[in-house]
């Protein structure tokens, strides 16, 4: 979220991946340039910190500029089931030591953008995926629970994780589902604490208060938050083993 994320992702991401014996780092990056949207400069600066691949929501085309760069790297999607025409691509693959990660970007239709149905979409393009690695990560961009639920038990057995991302507070739901899907309803913010949802609350408060629609800001002051998620797959079966959150407050 904004200069402040990327600030917590450069102090936290080397020291999780060395603590936790990390091979692959997926972000989700639709907030990294300002609170709203990316940009080839911001998705670089990630890079450099340790992220490997950037998915994104329904912020990711805030910043216009992205959309040459969405166009030619394959590091950085936007999720699958925008219609047909919509720069970039929604999914992509990490060769880390031999292996193939598989990662989807999908997102919600409960209370968000028109979108086509995640639920088909899903069920196309993970068949496709499968036919290269059995290790596919899904980053399932959507507002409402029940849904992210749904798609997870959906896909249950059939990819190694479904991570929901968009609502800016973690859950504390982490599991292995029955078919070896590891699930999280959402991985949380890395940006600021002190603000509201990542936003500075001055405006924030105002446009809850009287309907008016100041500007947004990233809250720029105070200390820091870093949420993520550790999942451990058998490469082989692409079965999820275990899945660890990450909730690390008071970042300086």
Do not use: W
């Amino acid at each position: 979220m904004g200069a402040p994320g990327r600030e917590a992702v450069k102090r936290c991401v080397a020291l999780a991946r060395d603590q936790h014996d990390i091979h692959a780092c997926i972000a989700n990056g639709e907030n990294a340039a300002g609170g709203f949207g990316l940009t080839e400069q911001t998705a670089d600066e990630l890079f450099a910190a340790g992220v490997d691949f950037i998915t994104g929501g329904n912020h990711i085309f805030d910043k216009r500029e992205i959309i040459p760069y969405l166009e030619r790297t394959s590091r950085v999607i936007r999720p699958e089931n925008y219609p047909p025409g919509v720069p970039g691509r929604g999914h992509g693959y990490l060769d880390v030591g031999g292996t193939v990660i598989g990662v989807l970007n999908l997102m919600g239709r409960t209370f968000m953008p028109p979108v086509d149905d995640p639920f088909r979409c899903a069920d196309a393009l993970v068949e496709e995926m499968r036919t290269r690695t059995p290790v596919i990560v899904v980053d399932f961009h959507a507002e409402a629970t029940s849904e992210k639920i749904a798609l997870a038990r959906h896909l249950d057995g059939r990819v190694s994780a479904v991570l929901g991302t968009h609502t800016h507070v973690q859950t504390a739901d982490e599991q292995v589902l029955p078919g070896g899907t590891a699930f999280l309803s959402d991985l949380g913010m890395t940006g600021p604490s002190d603000g509201i949802i990542g936003m500075d609350p001055a405006a924030v408060l105002e446009r809850f208060r009287t309907g008016l629609s100041p500007r947004l800001g990233v809250m720029t002051s105070g200390s820091k938050q870093f949420c993520a998620a550790v999942v451990g797959i058998d490469p082989a079966s692409g079965r999820a083993l275990e899945i660890k959150r990450i909730y690390q407050r008071g970042i300086a």
